[in-house]
């Protein structure tokens, strides 16, 4: 533990990635079509971390497209700028990563080893990537050849394929090797997608193999699953992702832990509906009412999870298309309930069953890639998700 300025015993020193420090060490995973800038905004105002956008391909970024564009885009007063980059080609990598840091467009790029969808390990991308080390490798390098000390590059993975196929120890010591500021870890395989336990012993094992900060990430969804994770497994931060959706307020839980306070956000509805109403506010003002509204859509049910809402309130929230549409359907709920405890707390998100990973047919015969993967590797740019 340190002290801080304040004289309160801190669970943890501030996290050292590279040049930056980030006083409470959490960060919010990035998550396709969730940790667009309003919603890091929203984040923000509630707590403190690193707070990294969706997911982006270096192919869409090398080619400038619009929307890549926009996925990289940063609000003036959000720092540090971070952003993560997928890809499977080391050259094409390296140029997104280049162009990021003479462009100044972010003060940190994380690299996706973590995607565990079909569309993209059948094409060997994301979580399938690190099984061949070789390509592994020069991603990694190509990355922070590029970024020439000027922005941290950092890693984030999961375990393996499946547990059979684990790559995480090795995959971490070659990114440490490369030069990467820090390895971040979901603690599943890619046969677990989200479902399951995250094995946090993992990380610890991971801890103990590098010298650079690992982070944690796996079933943190509450300030409490924090400091657990950090007290069994000794890592040097945490990533958050299924555990904020619809809780924002999150943040202030873990700054409050963090820095050794045992305060907690229980928010009664009217104080949740005044958040939707905030959040959509952040969504018109960075995508516009029309794309906005219909991007709030999907927080709806993470919002109102554990309160009592009848089942058509939830439908027409689910629905609604314009912001008036919005003040008029949240101030027909009973706003007057208070926090209901732990129905609204606890796993959310996508979970599902483990499935057997969809890879290229021979992938797991060797560790090295032979040149029939190599076009068809390129394919798997063409998918954007999560990690």
Request: glycine share 10%; aromatic share 4%; with cysteine.
């Amino acid at each position: 533990m340190t002290t801080s300025p304040t004289g309160q015993r801190s669970l943890l020193p501030p996290l050292k990635i590279g040049d930056l420090a980030v006083e409470t060490p959490v960060v919010l995973a990035p998550m396709a079509g969730v940790t667009n800038r309003a919603f890091r905004l929203l984040c923000r105002e509630h707590g403190a971390g690193l707070y990294v956008a969706e997911m982006v391909t270096s192919r869409a970024l090398v080619e400038r497209t619009p929307e890549s564009l926009r996925i990289i885009a940063h609000d003036p007063g959000e720092t540090p700028r971070s952003v993560q980059v997928y890809g499977v080609d080391p050259t094409t990598v390296g140029a997104a990563v280049r162009m990021i840091a003479d462009e100044d467009r972010a003060d940190h790029v994380d690299l996706n080893f973590g995607c565990p969808v079909p569309k993209v390990t059948r094409k060997g991308g994301g979580a399938a990537l690190p099984w061949k080390r070789d390509l592994f490798a020069s991603i990694v390098q190509a990355a922070v050849r590029a970024a020439d000390g000027r922005i941290p590059v950092t890693v984030k993975m999961r375990m393996g394929i499946d547990d059979d196929h684990l790559t995480y120890l090795e995959a971490g010591r070659t990114a440490q090797d490369a030069g990467v500021a820090a390895v971040s870890l979901h603690a599943r395989t890619a046969a677990q997608h989200y479902s399951g336990t995250a094995d946090w012993s993992a990380i610890a094992r991971l801890k103990e193999h590098l010298d650079v900060p690992v982070l944690g990430n796996g079933d943190i969804w509450s300030a409490e699953d924090a400091v657990a994770m950090v007290q069994s497994t000794g890592c040097d931060g945490v990533v958050v992702g299924r555990g904020c959706q619809g809780r924002p307020w999150l943040f202030a839980d873990l700054a409050a832990a963090f820095a050794g306070d045992d305060t907690r956000q229980r928010p009664g509805l009217r104080d949740v509906a005044a958040t939707i109403r905030r959040h959509a506010e952040l969504m018109i003002a960075d995508l516009g009412e029309d794309r906005g509204m219909r991007e709030l859509r999907k927080h709806m049910a993470w919002y109102l999870k554990g309160y009592v809402v009848g089942g058509e309130q939830r439908r027409m929230l689910g629905l609604v298309s314009t912001l008036e549409e919005l003040d008029e359907r949240l101030a027909a709920l009973d706003l007057d309930q208070p926090y209901p405890g732990e129905p609204a707390e606890g796993p959310r998100g996508r979970a599902g069953s483990p499935k057997r990973p969809v890879l290229p047919e021979r992938w797991l015969d060797s560790r090295e890639l032979d040149a029939e993967f190599r076009a068809e590797l390129r394919e798997a740019e063409l998918s954007v998700s999560g990690g």
